[in-house]
């Protein structure tokens, strides 16, 4: 789960399970931020520095591969 969305400033991802890593990418396919060996259940992203724009948050836990997107505002 990602929330708020739109997010503003600080992204949540959390998981029922243990997220290993995440990483956000821009609509271009480039990888913005990558986050790696977490093994927690909730993390959370300061991004107040991307632009208005839509996002794709890869998260990769102990269940597989997700690719969510979300709004920045």
């Known amino acids: ?7 503003t400033n600080y992204l949540t991802i959390t998981a029922t399970e243990s997220i290993e890593s995440v990483r956000i990418y821009n609509l271009k396919g480039t990888v913005l931020t990558q986050v790696t060996n977490q093994n927690t ?9 991307y632009g208005q724009s ?13 690719r969510i997107p979300f709004i920045k505002n």
């Open 41 to 49: 259940a909730e993390i959370v992203l300061n991004i107040s520095h």
């Open 1 to 7: 789960m990602l929330y708020p969305i739109p997010v």
């Open 54 to 66: 839509v996002y794709i948050a890869e998260v990769v836990s102990t269940q597989g591969v997700q």
